[in-house]
Every structure is written in C-alpha cells, then in structure tokens.
C-alpha cells in the first residue's frame, strides 16, 4: 500500500524533472555579451544603451608595442597586449575623448591580434541610474550611431571598470 502512495509523487517529481531539463540552464557566470539583446543587421543604438558620463579630460597615447606585450594607459582606461598579441612592433594609438559616454578609439583601425588585447574602461564618473545590470564593452561606429556587436565583457562593480577582449583596433564604448 505504501509504494502505491508513492507512485504519484514518484510519477510527478519524474514529470518536473523532464519539463525542466526542457530548458537550457542558467549558467552560475554568465558573460555579459551572453545577457545583451540580439542586435538587428547593421547594429543600432539606443540612448538608453549608453549610460551618461561626467566627461574626463581628453588624453591620446601613442607607443610603440611589439612581441612582448604592453600597458597603454589612456585617461581613466587601459589597454593590455598580452605577449605574443602581435608579430612585430606597431605604434598604436588610443584616444579618450572628453565627452558624456565612456569610450576609446584605438588606431590604427583594423589591427588584429593573434590573441585578444585586454580594454579595462572605467564607468566610475556614469551615471547607472540605479541598475546593477552589469556593463559590457561594445564595438561602435566613430560617431556612435549605431553599436555593430558586444564583446565579450566582464563588469567589476566594485572598481567600476569593465573589461573586454579586443580581436582588432576600433571605437568601443561601455554600454548595458
């Protein structure tokens, strides 16, 4: 009598169990591009992707970078070549903008990597309005018309920085 009491129970955990391995499961860190909207073609922005900033001091680094990898500190950001990101010694240049959005243009445009160059961008001067929705690092046309992708991104809400990892040389911003 007792295992047909059972039964139902039996019969309806096994049910909850198949209707939820029906959906995927919810990864314990999800990448921030993973969480971002789907982008239609030729990329879009809202003004409500890009949070608003007290504008920072315009800075422009140039250096030299080769084989071994280097730091590129431009205003409140940082570029990082890991060793081995490029063949040979490239000068490059970043440029932070003064303006009321986080963002770096890094030329020369279209330089690749043999493995992804780290971007860490502050948010800490942007205004969230509240959100903890965590920031990501997106790829923008120059004028910042339209955002063309998410980058693989991770927010560190304590420093109010943001990282992600660059396969060429563009405009990025921080965006949500």
Not at 13 to 42: D, F, I, K, N, Q
Not at 44 to 60: F, G, I, K, Q, T
Not at 145 to 174: C, E, N
Request: net charge negative; with cysteine.
């Amino acid at each position: 009598m007792k295992a047909t009491r059972l039964l139902p129970g039996v019969l309806l955990g096994g049910a909850m169990v198949a209707l939820l391995s029906c959906t995927e499961p919810a990864p314990l860190g999800v990448a921030r591009h993973e969480l971002a909207p789907p982008l239609p073609p030729g990329g879009s922005l809202e003004p409500s992707l890009l949070p608003w900033c007290a504008p920072l001091p315009y800075d422009s680094v140039t250096a030299t970078i080769g084989p071994a990898g280097g730091v590129l500190p431009v205003g409140a950001h940082v570029l990082v070549f890991l060793p081995n990101s490029l063949d040979s010694a490239v000068t490059v240049t970043a440029v932070a903008p003064s303006d009321t959005v986080s963002r770096v243009r890094l030329e020369p445009q279209g330089l690749s990597f043999h493995q992804p160059v780290l971007l860490v961008m502050s948010y800490a001067t942007c205004n969230l309005l509240g959100s903890t929705h965590p920031l990501s690092l997106v790829y923008t046309t120059p004028d910042l018309a339209a955002i063309l992708d998410y980058l693989p991104s991770m927010d560190d809400a304590d420093s109010k920085t943001v990282t992600g990892h660059l396969k060429h040389f563009s405009d990025y911003a921080v965006a949500w």
